[in-house]
């Protein structure tokens, strides 16, 4: 083992990364400037995945995966969300409102320097409400002479404040044992219906593209068998509808049907819904108006399914007003626009119509195939000494890097991890990518491949 420089300790360690079903999912909720983004880039630390460039594609990532103490879970920065568009009490309320609802727990960060603004006893409420476990973090307290601000934060009635530095990481440590106590072992948002029960599927796309009307189709057409209200906030409606004799859990449609008629702020609460459904989802049908230019609201819906590793499908809707002049340029904006998800299923729709609806069950199981592919060792070991010999990484500094050793560390998304005799160049991980799905398939499923490098 010393001479291949592995034993089975990394190998077992990479497995471990690598994850096997849901995870709990905290969200890091507050006013802007108080900090979020610091103390999740701290939670994050060095552990973030390795970042794939597409250009083109705006990345707003919202959802990383974090460990403490050896569990793993689903971290929701909202820092990043637009804040300006409703004003800043609304846009906080709307940003916590939609984050709590996707979240099995809260951390809720509060500038201790500045103390309970109104702003914060509004978010208090939302949070007293959801009944959703929270740990209060009262940040920037960087030293000793800050507690006294921290114990002010009692008032708020969530209990004991967590005096924390996210910038410097002082007291992040008991806040984050806290934050286990507070988080379930497996998602309450799926917790039972996880294992056995319907699969579930995320419909996104951006605000008209259709998914009300295909929503209404499939469900008109079929037979909507239980309208079901899930965890203890009043909106998020998951249905359970029969398609292709099968029955399938849309969830989140309340966001479809109800549609927030705002003229500003409708895409900052669309991308809010987006995201929260995609987390609950496995499968994400993304539906794309054809008859209008693809977007780059579409790239980010596309981008946020892809980071999340959900199992993915693509359907263009609005077929029956499709000319010849626009099918044709839709065919180049696909090949530029959509090369991210070229390895998705795709259906052309009308839920004006009924066009193709047939189809999407098909596609839906062809991508949730995917997604649950598991290559053995051996086979995938084959495959890898086969693609290095026929096709070697090309030569650095004098040195040639191969890969050595590779394993299927986990599925729902697949991920691959290799082992490697010095640094894999970014143009040959793709051309690995490449090659797996040209031998195993993997239509409909981002795959992720993270390699070690021998020292
Ligand atoms: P967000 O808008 O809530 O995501 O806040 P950011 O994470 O962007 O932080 C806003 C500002 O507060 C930045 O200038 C940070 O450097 C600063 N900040 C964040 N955490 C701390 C802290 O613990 N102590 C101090 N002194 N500053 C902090
Ligand atoms: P949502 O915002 O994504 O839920 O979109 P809606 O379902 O509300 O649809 C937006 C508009 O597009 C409505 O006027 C629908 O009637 C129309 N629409 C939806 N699907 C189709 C379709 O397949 N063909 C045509 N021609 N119009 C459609």
Known sequence: AAEEGFDAEDVEGAIGDAGHGPLPVLAVIGRPNVGKSTLVNRIIGRREAVVEDRPGVTRDRVTYEAEWAGRRFKLVDTGGWEQDVLGIDASVAAQAEYAIEAADAVVFVVDATVGATDTDEAVVRLLRKSGKPVVLCANKVDGQSGEADATALWALGLGEPHPVSALHGRGTGDMLDAVLDA??????????????????????????????????????????VVNEVAGTTRDPVDELIELGGVVWKFVDTAGIRKRVHLQQGADYYASLRTAAAVEKAEVAVILIDASESISVQDQRIVTMAVEAGRAIVVAFNKWDVLDEERRYYLEREIETELLQVAWAPRVNVSAETGRHMEKLVPAIETALAGWETRVPTGRLNAFLGELVASHPHPIRGGKQPRILFGTQAGTKPPRFVLFSSGFIEHGYRRFVERRLREEFGFEGTPIHISVRVRE
């Open 183 to 224: 988080l379930p072992e497996a998602p309450a948002t799926t917790f039972g219906l996880a294992v056995g029960g319907p699969r579930r599927i995320a419909l996104i796309g951006r605000p008209n593209v259709g998914k009300s009307s295909l929503l209404n189709k499939v469900a008109n057409e079929d037979r909507v």
